[in-house]
Nanobody
Framework: QVQLVESGGGLVQAGGSLRLSCAAS????????MGWYRQAPGKQRELVAE???????NYVDSVKGRFTISRDNAKNTVYLQMNSLKPEDTDVYYC??????????????WGQGTQVTVSS
């Protein structure tokens, strides 16, 4: 069974920084893209940033220049460094690893979510 475990959320003042981590564990053969999504109550979950196994990245426009996604392939871990945080960044942040190859074949996996709250 593959699990994604997130950490690093919390409460921070506007302009501050947080670093999220997401570690994948289990009988993993390969992981390609890993990404971070966020979701506010009553809204659709949206992609924040994603990174391929080769290091190619993609960001939603609202976080470009403020957030940086990175990964450690040896540890199956993805990070999201969030700087210059704004109140509108307040959301539950979810880690996703689509099409992970494990003993179960190809499956999509989500983390449990971590709350990020930015106060003004």
């Amino acid at each position: 069974q593959v699990q994604l475990v997130e950490s690093g959320g919390g409460l921070v003042q506007a302009g501050g920084s947080l670093r999220l981590s997401c570690a994948a564990s289990g009988s993993i053969f390969s992981i390609n893209t890993m990404g971070w999504y966020r979701q506010a109550p009553g809204k659709q979950r949206e992609l924040v940033a994603e990174i391929s196994s080769s290091g190619s990245t993609n960001y939603v426009d609202s976080v470009k220049g403020r957030f940086t996604i990175s990964r450690d392939n040896a540890k199956n871990t993805v990070y999201l460094q969030m700087n210059s945080l704004k109140p509108e960044d307040t959301d539950v942040y979810y880690c996703k690893a689509p099409r992970v190859l494990s003993r179960n074949g190809y499956c999509d996996y989500w983390g449990q979510g971590t709350q990020v709250t930015v106060s003004s």
